[in-house]
């Protein structure tokens, strides 16, 4: 069973920065995909940003392109989200996801996220 615990974000002003922690258990070092996700009341969850455990292949929406960076610590047991020049359409819950998968699944995009954190709160203000 895997296992996310999130930690970071908070309040943060326009243009400031922020990081988000996943401390991830359970699982075979080298075997998950794993993504941030962020969802508004009223709108639908959007995926943020995904990477493979081993670092491989990190991915980003198109809103956050060039200010948010996923990367994991050497142990392959956490993920980062570093979020930088922030805006207020940031301000958002944010999850931690992750599935159990091979990097070919990975790449293909071929399985869907079935582990989740409990969320952390970003709220950015002008």
């Known amino acids: 069973q895997v296992r996310l615990v999130e930690s970071g974000g908070g309040s943060v002003q326009t243009g400031g920065s922020t990081r988000l922690s996943c401390a991830a258990s359970g699982y075979t070092p080298g075997s998950l995909c794993m993504a941030w996700f962020r969802q508004v009341p009223g709108k639908e969850r959007e995926k943020v940003a995904s990477l493979y455990s081993d670092g491989r292949s990190p991915i980003y929406a198109d809103p956050v392109k060039g200010r948010f960076t996923i990367a994991r610590d050497g142990a392959q047991n956490t993920v980062y989200l570093e979020m930088n020049d922030l805006k207020p359409e940031d301000t958002a819950l944010y999850y931690c996801?992750?599935?159990?998968?091979?990097?070919?699944?990975?790449?293909?995009?071929?399985?869907?996220?079935?582990?989740w954190g409990q969320g952390t709160q970003v709220t950015v203000s002008s």
């Open positions: 996801a992750a599935a159990l998968c091979s990097y070919s699944a990975y790449a293909r995009g071929s399985f869907e996220y079935n582990y």
